[in-house]
């Protein structure tokens, strides 16, 4: 069974209509695990989810000049700042 695959599109809103400028596609895997607390409670625990992100790419970029190499080079930022609230709840 292969890794499922990430898939996030960018949309901007380009005179008054929503322009969709670019899909990141990644395969990933989170790492989860559950802590006993308690004795009687069960607590998720997500690991570090910059490990499982793998064959990032680019696609549906042909709007932009950039290089999609540097697109793809975004994803692990986005999860940087995304983490915070993906494991707060």
Same mark, same amino acid.
């Given at each position: 069974?292969?890794?499922?695959?990430?898939?996030?599109?960018?949309?901007?809103?380009?005179?008054?209509?929503?322009?969709?400028?670019?899909?990141?596609?990644?395969?990933? +895997?989170? $790492?989860?695990? !559950?802590? #006993?607390?308690?004795?009687?409670? %069960?607590?998720?625990?997500?690991?570090? &989810?910059?490990? *499982?992100?793998?064959?990032?790419?680019?696609?549906?970029?042909?709007?932009?000049? +950039?290089? $999609?190499?540097? !697109?793809? #080079?975004?994803?692990?930022?986005? %999860?940087?700042?995304?983490?915070?609230? &993906?494991?707060? *709840?």
């Amino acid at each position: 069974m292969g890794l499922p695959d990430l898939s996030l599109d960018f949309y901007a809103l380009v005179q008054g209509r929503w322009l969709r400028l670019f899909t990141l596609v990644a395969d990933v +895997e989170i $790492p989860v695990s !559950l802590d #006993a607390q308690g004795g009687s409670r %069960l607590v998720p625990v997500i690991g570090d &989810l910059s490990s *499982g992100v793998r064959n990032v790419r680019a696609e549906n970029a042909e709007i932009l000049a +950039e290089d $999609p190499a540097q !697109l793809a #080079a975004l994803l692990p930022t986005l %999860l940087d700042l995304a983490a915070p609230s &993906l494991t707060a *709840g």
